[in-house]
């Protein structure tokens, strides 16, 4: 059990650029889930999938966001056009099935300039 | 929708003092409760969790009793130690909506020797 990793650890970007972020959950996890976390608040949900598929997006998930998790395995976070309101830390999580336990990654910090 | 309110912090104790971290929740249905800890440079990980009423979760000393009639979910530990400082989350997860978790703000606790 070598745990979620994220990559990039850190990453700061222009206004306006693209960004993807990637995620390697615990490999027997059939669920990923990604979250939002600002300075001072907890991980805010943004959407989750089991095996391949993409079972809800939260609304703060704007048209400018969209996640992949081709295969069922690892899964890809990008934005579009990213704007200063973007900047946080992007966290990954996988569970088994039962959903009860999360496994969270050490994050993907995220500074649009 | 969901929601999880914590107490706010920081909160500051020497070692071997009483700690409560207050939480309570808004929720449909019957959720689940957790609590997760977030030491300096690391992810989150679970501290423990209750999965219906009067359910006592504990892990490393630290308790939560699962409330229905108060809907809260409190922390407690009789004797914190240095290595306890970090900053801890309470969350539910729906039982009617399996794939997203709501978190609340967390509260930094630092352990003085």
């Known amino acids: 059990d070598t745990g979620v990793s994220q990559d990039p650890r850190h990453k700061i970007t222009k206004r306006g650029q693209n960004v993807t972020f990637r995620c390697d959950p615990i490999?027997?996890?059939?669920?990923l889930y990604w979250y939002r976390q600002t300075l001072g608040q907890g991980p805010e949900f943004l959407t989750y999938f089991q095996n391949e598929a993409q079972l809800e997006k939260s609304r703060l998930l704007s048209d400018r966001f969209s996640a992949e998790r081709p295969k069922g395995s690892f899964s890809t976070l990008e934005i579009q056009r990213t704007e200063q309101g973007d900047s946080a830390m992007y966290l990954c999580?996988?569970?088994?099935?039962?959903?009860?336990?999360?496994?969270f990654g050490s994050g993907t910090q995220l500074s649009v300039l | 929708g969901d929601s999880v309110t914590q107490m706010e912090g920081p909160v500051t104790l020497s070692e071997e003092a009483f700690l409560t971290i207050n939480c309570t929740y808004t929720a449909t249905g019957y959720p689940s409760l957790f609590w997760y800890v977030q030491y300096p440079g690391e992810g989150l990980q679970l501290l423990l969790k209750a999965t219906k009423a009067d359910d006592k979760g504990s892990n490393k000393g630290f308790e939560a009793t699962y409330r229905k009639e108060t809907t809260s979910f409190h922390l407690e530990k009789g004797s914190v130690q240095v290595s306890d400082s970090a900053v801890y989350f309470c969350?539910?997860?729906?039982?009617?909506?399996?794939?997203?978790?709501?978190f609340g703000d967390g509260t930094t606790l630092t352990v003085k020797p």
């Open positions: 999580a996988s569970s088994n099935r039962g959903g009860e336990k999360l496994f």
């Open positions: 490999s027997e996890h059939n669920r």
């Open positions: 969350a539910l997860r729906s039982n009617t909506n399996a794939g997203k978790s709501t």
